[in-house]
């Protein structure tokens, strides 16, 4: 149960950054298109796991304010130095692999073994996989001008 509240957690957090970055850029590109996608799926896996949560008889809990001022914190640093896009597609990149590792890390120390559990956490890691591509693939193509 505590892990689902940690991946709960991290999916809204995760959310509530992008969609600050997105304010915070003002910006419509090809950037913020990619991030209103990925915000679209985040916003699923949280119905899923609240679903999971409430199942097993726990209420889901929101994010404390500290969690939420975090975030916000978050969003604004890696949108700082007027938009430096080589900088936020290198943080995103790199925020996306940390939480591939912290998951896969609580897995093992929660010791999940549970098939539900793990198959909606392999379906979050390969999300995460697939952000850190099509960021790769976006900065590629991505007008630096």
Same mark, same amino acid.
């Given at each position: 149960?505590?892990?689902?509240?940690?991946?709960?957690?991290?999916?809204? $957090?995760?959310?509530?950054?992008?969609?600050?970055?997105?304010?915070?850029?003002?910006?419509?590109? $090809?950037?913020?298109?990619?991030?209103?996608?990925?915000?679209?799926?985040?916003? *699923?896996?949280?119905?899923?796991?609240?679903?999971?949560?409430?199942?097993?008889?726990?209420?889901?809990?929101? $994010?404390?304010?500290?969690?939420?001022?975090?975030?916000?914190?978050?969003?604004?640093?890696? +949108?700082?130095?007027?938009?430096?896009?080589?900088?936020?597609?290198?943080?995103?990149?790199? *925020?996306?692999?940390?939480?591939?590792?912290? !998951?896969?890390?609580? !897995?093992?120390?929660?010791?999940? +073994?549970?098939?539900?559990? $793990?198959?909606?956490?392999? *379906?979050?890691?390969?999300?995460?996989?697939?952000?850190?591509?099509?960021?790769?693939?976006?900065?590629?193509?991505?007008?630096?001008?």
């Amino acid at each position: 149960m505590e892990f689902l509240e940690y991946l709960y957690n991290i999916v809204k $957090l995760e959310k509530d950054a992008l969609s600050r970055m997105i304010k915070m850029r003002d910006k419509n590109d $090809l950037l913020n298109n990619i991030l209103k996608e990925q915000i679209g799926i985040y916003k *699923r896996f949280g119905i899923s796991i609240e679903k999971m949560i409430e199942n097993r008889k726990k209420k889901v809990e929101d $994010l404390s304010i500290f969690a939420k001022m975090a975030s916000h914190v978050g969003a604004k640093f890696v +949108t700082s130095k007027d938009n430096d896009i080589d900088r936020i597609f290198n943080i995103l990149m790199q *925020r996306y692999q940390v939480c591939i590792e912290e !998951v896969n890390s609580k !897995v093992q120390e929660n010791k999940i +073994t549970s098939k539900t559990i $793990l198959n909606l956490t392999n *379906r979050f890691i390969e999300f995460q996989n697939r952000n850190i591509n099509t960021l790769n693939k976006a900065y590629k193509l991505f007008d630096k001008s």
